[in-house]
């Protein structure tokens, strides 16, 4: 694994004619290398991860050092390479990262996140109460989201109109914290709405980091003291995206980079892996992303 993960994301998944993503889920996992705690950055587009980090900070600069090599490994295949678009789920260091490597890039926040967020600004209240009042808030997220235009127009009143509900029914407190909270976190949830591009949920990714998860505790090379974390995880990441789904899943025999329509050179995907990984297969180029 540590061997594979000596070859970038970035060059595998362009030689399988993946053009570069303008828009990205970008996220970190909590996870631990013995006793340590350890934070893995994470880029996302659709199934593929195109950058998979380690880092044993959680500070913005430690992050920004992360996403950036991919922003470097990008540029070296596009000079021009901006990223339009990035879904967090509002972690501070990530947000300021993507700030700072792609100025003017459009920040989302996962609506997902919110729905389970919502919950917690309910203190107080029965469960059944906080659990009726996430799924009004799911149906009102649902309903914006159906919309064909004007989302961004009609989340803002339904978000009134939510705060307002609260108030009336559980209490004006309750009301108030909720509004509070809208008003904090809408202008990211607005983002999504405005662009039809722009992922509205992380869940993908998500599931990407708990199936990375559950391997590390088995995976000796991860926990070794003078092993490579990067390289290790790079490894994975390359697993992930090449080998087929089961035979019971939505793309049975299909792995991530097919799904997302690239190419891969041979109906195995062990020797997929090793041709991709040693530079031994290119394609024509991909075309220009605009």
């Known amino acids: 694994i540590c061997a594979f993960g000596q070859h970038s994301l970035v060059t595998v998944l362009t030689r399988c004619r993946l053009p570069l993503p303008t828009y990205i889920l970008a996220d970190e996992k909590h996870s631990r290398c013995l006793t340590e705690r350890v934070y893995l950055p ?18 913005a600069a430690a992050f920004t ?41 459009r920040l989302g926040s996962c609506l997902r996140h919110a729905l389970n967020k919502l919950p917690s600004k309910l203190s107080g209240l029965s469960a059944p109460v906080r659990q009726g009042l996430r799924a009004k808030f799911h149906a009102l997220l649902h309903r914006c989201r159906q919309q064909k235009s004007l989302r961004v127009v009609a989340l803002g009143q339904r978000l009134r109109h939510f705060a307002a509900h609260i108030a009336t029914t559980v209490g004006e407190a309750h009301g108030e914290r909720v509004r509070s909270w809208f008003q ?65 899943a939505l793309n049975a025999g299909k792995c991530g980079v097919e799904v997302e329509g690239g190419r891969v050179p041979t109906a195995d995907w062990m020797l997929n892996l090793q041709i991709l990984t040693s530079g031994g297969y290119q394609c024509a180029p991909a075309p220009p992303h605009h």
């Open 184 to 248: 904090a976190k809408k202008a990211g949830w607005y983002t999504v709405l405005a662009d039809p591009q722009m992922p509205a949920m992380s869940t993908v990714l998500d599931q990407a980091h708990n199936a990375i998860d559950r391997k590390l505790f088995a995976m000796k090379g991860f926990h070794h003291p003078r092993g490579s974390q990067a390289a290790f995880l790079t490894g994975l990441a390359h697993l992930y995206n090449l080998i087929p789904y089961q035979r019971r």
């Open 42 to 59: 994470t880029i996302v587009r659709g199934r593929v991860i195109w950058h998979l980090g380690y880092s044993a900070s959680k500070s």
């Open 65 to 105: 050092q992360s996403y950036g090599e991919f922003q470097r490994l990008a540029n070296q295949e596009d000079p021009s390479y901006q990223v339009k678009g990035a879904l967090t789920d509002g972690f501070d260091s990530t947000v300021s990262s993507m700030r700072a490597l792609f100025p003017g890039v």
